[in-house]
C-alpha cells in the first residue's frame, strides 16, 4: 500500500535563475517588455523583481558566454509562469509581446487565459489572467477580444513607445 505524505511545506515559487547568453539583452527584454525592475546588477549577473513586491528578487540572470539555445527535443525545463492582476494586463503583454517578435503562442484554458512568448535565449514563458469564474476545461485557442467583450471591458488606446 502506497503512504500518503505530507510534502516539506512549500508555499510559493519566490524566484527563478536563468543562464543566459547576454546578460544586458535579457536585463532589457525583462525590463522592457515584462516590465521587471532591476533590484542589482553586477557585470555577468542581474537581479529583477516585479515592481511593487516585498520580494527581494524574483528572476535572477547569469551570463554564460556561448551558451546554445535550448534543444526543445531535450529533457528540460518547458516554461515559467507569471500571472497578471487584469485581462487588461494580459492585452497589453500580448501587444508588447507582439511589438518584439517574443510571442509564440496563446491558449484559454479555462480557469486562465494565456499567452506563451521566447525571451531572447529561446527560454519559453508564460503570461497568464486567472478567470474568476473560470472552470477547468480542455485547452482551446485563445479569443481575447471575445473575452473582453463579453466582460464589456475596453482597452485603452496604447501611448505612443519612444
Known amino acids: 500500500m502506497a503512504t500518503a505524505t505530507a510534502g516539506i511545506g512549500l508555499r510559493r515559487l519566490q ?9 544586458e539583452r535579457s536585463v532589457r527584454f525583462y525590463r522592457d517588455v515584462l516590465g521587471f525592475e ?24 547569469f551570463e554564460q558566454a556561448g551558451v546554445a539555445r535550448p534543444d526543445e527535443r531535450a529533457a ?3 516554461h515559467s509562469a507569471w500571472e497578471v492582476g487584469e485581462i487588461t494586463d494580459l492585452v497589453r503583454a500580448r501587444q508588447r509581446l507582439i511589438e518584439v517578435g ?53 482597452v485603452p488606446e496604447a501611448e505612443p513607445r519612444p
Request: no cysteine; glycine share 8%; net charge negative.
Open 38 to 61: 532591476v533590484k542589482s546588477r553586477y557585470p555577468n549577473a542581474a537581479f529583477l523583481k516585479i515592481p511593487g513586491t516585498l520580494d527581494d528578487h524574483h528572476l535572477g540572470l
Open 76 to 78: 528540460r525545463m518547458y
Open 102 to 154: 517574443a510571442l509564440v503562442g496563446s491558449s484559454d484554458h479555462g480557469v486562465s487565459l494565456s499567452l506563451y512568448a521566447k525571451d531572447p535565449d529561446g527560454l519559453e514563458f508564460e503570461v497568464f489572467w486567472t478567470v474568476p469564474d473560470g472552470r477547468p476545461a480542455r485547452t482551446k485557442e485563445l479569443d481575447l477580444e471575445g473575452e473582453l467583450a463579453r466582460r464589456d471591458i475596453r
Open 15 to 23: 524566484h527563478l535563475v536563468l543562464w543566459v547568453s547576454d546578460v
